[in-house]
């Protein structure tokens, strides 16, 4: 039975939303944008559909996969749901803001709303959870990690070579 066939034929019980914001990154254009985009998706390691819709058929395999991207009346799914899962192809859901947000404002009260990455994780998500991964998404996005890592090696590698020098190290 194809997941058309299960839409038309009863009410859905859980349902998989998948939504990929990564456009192909295997020849960017070499501007400084494009290589910042290409090394935050290298970062992020996404998996493709066909992994995701394979791990959502292997925890649920009654469960509806839809792409928010091809179903363009996904949405209207969210109310006649027990269940939803958010398919991230990463493992914080880099771009899923406004699918996040249509799925709170959609779905029912009772309607559990679990996401299940890329890396095989899979969590609940509720208002701490969101703020959580919205902090995540704005360090993944701008590197903070990295420029702190960096800004602190380059300002203790004086400390260092001095240190070394007085000690007759070359």
């Not at 970062?43 to 995701?52: I, V």
């Not at 701490?128 to 960096?150: D, H, N, P």
């Amino acid at each position: 039975m194809t997941d058309e066939t299960k839409l038309s034929s009863y009410g859905e019980k859980e349902i998989g939303i998948f939504f990929n914001p990564w456009k192909p990154e295997a020849d960017p254009q070499r501007s400084v944008m494009d290589l910042y985009r290409r090394a935050v998706w290298y970062k992020a390691n996404p998996r493709s559909e066909e992994y995701m819709r394979t791990l959502f058929r292997e925890r649920s395999p009654d469960g509806i996969f839809l792409d928010a991207q091809k179903d363009e009346k996904w949405d209207a799914h969210l109310a006649s749901s027990d269940s939803v899962v958010l398919l991230y192809p990463d493992s914080i859901g880099i771009g899923f803001e406004e699918i996040e947000s249509k799925v709170a404002g959609s779905k029912q009260k009772w309607a559990t709303v679990r996401v299940l990455n890329g890396r095989r994780r899979t969590f609940v998500l509720n208002g701490k959870t969101r703020r959580q991964l919205r902090l995540r998404r704005v360090i993944e996005q701008t590197m903070l990690g990295e420029a702190l890592f960096s800004i602190g090696f380059l300002a203790v590698t004086p400390f260092f070579v001095i240190s070394d020098l007085l000690r007759g190290k070359k």
